[in-house]
Nanobody
């Protein structure tokens, strides 16, 4: 089974930056395209960025131009560089395989709070 551990969140002011990290362990050969998701309390989990095995990336309109997803295949890690953060980015952020079936268990996520 795949284990996913997110880290790097915190409390920042609008306009500041954070870099989130996702550590993947276990049967990671099941993972292809990886994604970062976020979830606000009481709302559905939202996919904000993806990266394929070949390095192709896609972003939700809400984060285009501000967030950068990357991965290190050798270290089995995925990153999300978050720049120009806005209060609307406040959420718990998760990583997971996008197309892996069945989906691996969700990690605990990491809280990002953008507030002044």
């Amino acid at each position: 089974q795949v284990q996913l551990v997110e880290s790097g969140g915190g409390l920042v002011q609008p306009g500041e930056s954070l870099r989130l990290s996702c550590t993947t362990t276990g049967n990671i050969d099941r993972l292809g395209t990886m994604g970062w998701y976020r979830q606000v309390t009481g709302k559905q989990r939202e996919l904000v960025a993806t990266i394929s095995r070949g390095g192709s990336t896609n972003y939700a309109d809400s984060v285009k131009g501000r967030f950068i997803i990357s991965r290190d295949r050798a270290k089995n890690m995925v990153y999300l560089q978050m720049n120009s953060l806005k209060p609307e980015d406040t959420a718990v952020y998760f990583c997971n395989g996008v197309y892996t079936d069945p989906r691996p268990p969700w990690g605990q996520g990491t809280q990002v709070t953008v507030s002044s």
